[in-house]
């Protein structure tokens, strides 16, 4: 539900118009690269009957694998206080 994109921050354009007009090593500035991530991570949590799905805003494709442990440790929970409930 995310993708990364690579573009050239605009400080690297403004840089280049003003650095070519005294010489043309300024072009240069136009090969920067960095890479933006947008979108949003799924979660779900199921523990007999009880479900929770959320989607979680990120800025970083780090961010990812700590919403994947959040939530495993998460599931992990849920199961652990199924098993605690007593039966009914």
Do not use: W
């Not at 500035?29 to 947008?38: G, Y």
């Not at 991570?41 to 994947?68: C, F, L, M, N, W």
Request: glycine share 6%; charged share 20%.
């Amino acid at each position: 539900m995310s993708r990364t994109a690579r573009k050239t921050p605009s400080g690297a354009v403004v840089l280049a118009i003003v650095s070519a007009l005294f010489c043309l090593i300024g072009l240069l500035f136009l090969l920067m690269k960095e890479e933006v991530t947008t979108g949003y991570a799924e979660g779900s949590v199921r523990a007999g009957d009880i479900y929770h799905k959320t989607q979680i805003p990120i800025s970083k494709t780090q961010q990812v694998t700590e919403v994947r442990q959040l939530v495993s440790k998460a599931q992990r929970m849920a199961m652990a206080a199924l098993a605690a409930r007593p039966n009914r």
